[in-house]
């Protein structure tokens, strides 16, 4: 480290490949005193004008601005601040032409130029006490500098310390043709320039300091050394083109090579303009914000080449004006003769890098031709690129192969294109290539920031559900080890044992089963087919009736008419109030629903014997129960039996239907061998308890029965004592075997008159009711309705008689 110091200290001087010695075009250039510029008569002031972004606004439109005042304000070191240079008010703050290739629309601060010039309340000098590198650097900072080389890069930015530094680079090497500013800032300002030097020592503290001017430039050294101190080198160089660059300039002073994608800080460098210098001073000693600089203004159409002070915000127009030989909007170069661009309008202003106006006559149209692939460019090119690539690429839109040659490293020197015997604007190709790669850049950018939260958004929510998994996961474990803890001490977990009781029942359900996802669900199909058995058994029972029926022509057509008898009725109102006027029709119904019933009551004996017998102790116990509540009915009804005889019929019918009933089920029980039998398997024993039985009936019958009191006071009142009568021949036809007809005849006829009495006696007592008047009875009917009964009860106990012999 030391022998290479004392090697710079010493004088050595290194070289870098590649440059070319371009025509300076100096000469005949004023370089006195810079004279400051006519006042114009309005400023377009960008608010940026730097690398980084813009400050905030800090006046409107009709404000009245001083000299120096600042327009924006931002505390942060990449935003420094613009001021009024010169004294006016607003007339507007909109997008104005830019000092740039594109002339893109930039937003300005349009100020009305006004002829009092007062100067803005600047910030006082700092005193030696208050020269810190905090205090410099927020005073470079408010003061709005930026490297006024080309780059634009915020001055407080850049010097604010980082790590130690080994060398501080002063740039007055101006290696470009026709820009001759810093050396006439040099020649007249060089006490300045060295006293930036110093304050920028003062914040950097380098451990060497060098001022790098070309040895063109005689006068600014000898100016430099005059001024200068042992702490500044003061180092005259090689003139090369683009020695001025900043990483040629490093290579040249110290001879370390700044690789691509490194920054001269990297190697522990800095270099700054002596432009940067003497603002730095300026703004520091004297409070002076950054509001104008020196602009050379040169070419073959420029009346006298010489040095200005130019307000920042004046148009190009307005310095070229009154120096110009001819039209006011022949094109400008801003910039030297290599580096610079052609403005596509001479309105654009001058911003705080612009160092040179060049108007030159219109040129003839470029004459390009092919490539020739001479090479002579990459000779040329002083960072070691391949030129004729890049060209290639850059014109084929091949931006990666373009990156990948390090298109991104080219300075834009020209070299390559002041060698190219082609004629080849090979600038001009890198330039577009590198702005669709930047924006390419920033697309990416973005796209990659958005990712980057879609993926934190994402293991966001997958910690989130690991969390809740973890949770629920705690949650069942600890279920488990109370459940356990209660298993321990006997106890069930209320919830678990509930689970386990519906799941269980489900299984075991018969009417259950499983679905394909396990869960239990009812099984209809057995309740199904027991309800269709059901539906054909009472289908098939009916359509037997139905048969069994039919097999009787007369009940047929008894039923038939019968029916057709009781629909006509139903249809009228007034037929149930009207006693039956035929006393054939009525006596034929009478006799079609006897049969019935009597059909209906063999079925109904058939069904309750096929019951009873199908379990004897229990046939023999209905047979008591039937035999105990005829007898309590017949109790019951004391007056329901006058006539004894009628009675001890009735009472000995109920008795032989019960002995008969009980001897089935005796007979049934003796097929079964069952023990509860006994008592009723000897027929005679149930005989005789069944006789026993008739015999108390027939005693409280003869106190009660009263055949005669049947309520007959309607047609359809006229089915009971049927009914009755029904019964009564039913158990006259289960007495058959008493071979006494005779005597059945006579109870029928009884019967029969005790009807018709009972039925005439109704007719003329009967109440009528206040909503229903009583319906009269005609006691002929009542009589032929009697008389056809009887006659029919006789010739069923006939038939059943001629059956039985
Ligand atoms: S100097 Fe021009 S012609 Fe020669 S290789 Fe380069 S681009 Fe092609
Ligand atoms: S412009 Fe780029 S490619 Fe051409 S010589 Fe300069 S650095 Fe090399």
Not at 169 to 174: D, F, V, Y
Not at 175 to 197: K, R, T, W
Request: aromatic residues 2%; proline residues 6%; glycine residues 4%.
């Amino acid at each position: 480290m030391v022998a290479w110091l004392d090697k710079i200290k010493q004088g050595f001087t290194w070289n870098y490949q590649g440059g070319v010695h371009p025509e300076t075009n100096k000469q005949d250039i004023n370089c006195g005193k810079p004279e400051l510029i006519n006042l114009p008569n309005e400023l377009s002031i960008p608010v940026q004008q730097h690398i980084g972004s813009a400050g905030k606004l800090l006046v409107k439109v009709g404000d009245k601005v001083l000299r120096g005042q600042a327009l924006t304000e931002s505390q942060f070191f990449q935003a420094p601040p613009v001021h009024a240079s010169l004294s006016g008010e607003i007339i507007a703050i909109e997008p104005r032409i830019s000092a740039h290739a594109s002339a893109i629309p930039e937003l300005s601060v349009v100020i009305q130029v006004d002829k009092e010039q007062q100067d803005a309340q600047w910030p006082s000098p700092l005193s030696d006490e208050e020269l810190n590198p905090e205090a410099i650097c927020q005073r470079v900072h408010l003061s709005g500098i930026s490297g006024m080389g080309g780059a634009g890069f915020p001055t407080a930015l850049k010097i604010t310390p980082h790590k130690p530094l080994d060398v501080l680079i002063i740039n007055g090497a101006e290696c470009e043709p026709y820009i001759s500013a810093d050396d006439c800032l040099m020649q007249n300002y060089a006490a300045e320039i060295i006293g930036g030097v110093a304050l920028l020592q003062k914040v950097l503290k380098p451990t060497l300091t060098i001022v790098a001017v070309e040895d063109d430039k005689p006068k600014a050294i000898k100016a430099l050394e005059a001024v200068g101190n042992q702490d500044i080198i003061i180092r005259s160089i090689p003139t090369k083109y683009p020695s001025g660059g900043e990483k040629q300039l490093i290579q040249v002073l110290t001879g370390k090579e700044v690789k691509a994608n490194q920054l001269p800080i990297d190697l522990g460098m800095l270099v700054q303009n002596v432009g940067t210098a003497y603002a730095v001073h300026q703004a520091v000693m004297l409070g002076e914000p950054l509001i104008s600089r020196v602009v050379t203004l040169a070419g073959d159409l420029v009346t006298s080449p010489s040095n200005y002070w130019v307000p920042i915000g004046t148009a190009v127009s307005d310095v070229i004006n009154k120096k110009l030989q001819g039209e006011p909007n022949t094109p400008t170069i801003m910039g030297g003769s290599m580096m610079g661009f052609m403005l596509p309008s001479n309105q654009a202003p001058v911003v705080k890098t612009t160092n040179c106006l060049i108007v030159n006559n219109p040129m003839a149209a470029e004459n390009e031709s092919p490539c020739i692939r001479c090479g002579e460019c990459a000779q040329a090119c002083p960072m070691g690129l391949l030129p004729q690539q890049l060209y290639w690429y850059a014109k084929g839109d091949e931006l990666n192969k373009a990156r990948d040659f390090n298109i991104m490293d080219c300075i834009e020197c020209g070299a390559c294109a002041f060698v190219c015997p082609s004629e080849i604007s090979l600038v001009q190709h890198y330039r577009t290539a590198k702005a669709k790669i930047r924006s390419e850049d920033i697309a990416q950018k973005e796209a990659d920031i958005a990712k980057q939260r879609f993926d934190a958004r994402q293991a966001r929510l997958e910690k989130d559900k690991l969390e809740r998994k973890a949770k629920h996961q705690q949650a069942a474990l600890r279920r488990q080890a109370q459940a356990e803890d209660s298993a321990k001490q006997n106890k069930t977990d209320p919830v678990a044992a509930a689970l386990a009781r519906v799941k269980n029942k489900q299984a075991a359900s018969p009417a259950a089963k499983q679905d394909e996802t396990g869960e239990w669900v009812p099984d209809n199909q057995a309740a199904i087919a027991a309800r269709e058995a059901r539906k054909a058994e009472r289908r098939a029972q009916k359509e037997a009736n139905e048969t069994k029926a039919s097999a009787n022509p007369a009940v047929a057509a008894a039923i038939a008419r019968a029916k057709a008898k009781k629909e006509t009725d139903n249809s009228g109102a007034i037929s149930e109030s009207k006693p039956r006027a035929n006393p054939a029709v009525a006596a034929a119904i009478a006799r079609a629903k006897a049969k019935k019933q009597q059909n209906q009551d063999n079925e109904t004996t058939a069904e309750d014997n096929t019951i009873e017998s199908s379990n004897p102790a229990v046939a023999a116990a209905v047979a008591r129960a039937k035999a105990k509540k005829a007898q309590a009915q017949q109790q019951s009804e004391p007056t329901t039996a006058t006539n004894p005889a009628v009675a001890g019929a009735v009472a000995r019918a109920k008795a032989k239907k019960l002995a008969s009933q009980e001897a089935s089920a005796d007979q049934a029980n003796n097929n079964l061998d069952k023990p509860a039998a006994k008592s009723s398997a000897n027929p005679a024993v149930a005989a005789a308890i069944a006789r026993a039985k008739a015999k108390k009936a027939a005693l409280a019958a003869d106190a009660s029965v009263d055949a005669g009191k049947v309520n007959i006071q309607d047609g359809e009142a006229i089915e009971a004592p049927l009914a009755s009568e029904q019964s009564v021949q039913q158990n006259t036809q289960d007495s058959t075997t008493s071979n006494n007809t005779a005597k059945a005849k006579a109870i029928a006829a009884a019967v029969a008159k005790a009807k018709a009495n009972k039925k005439a006696e109704a007719a003329t007592e009967a109440p009528a009711s206040p909503d229903k008047p009583a319906k009269k009875v005609n006691p002929a009917v009542a009589a032929a309705v009697a008389r056809a009964k009887a006659k029919k009860l006789a010739e069923q106990q006939r038939e059943e008689k001629d059956t039985n012999e």
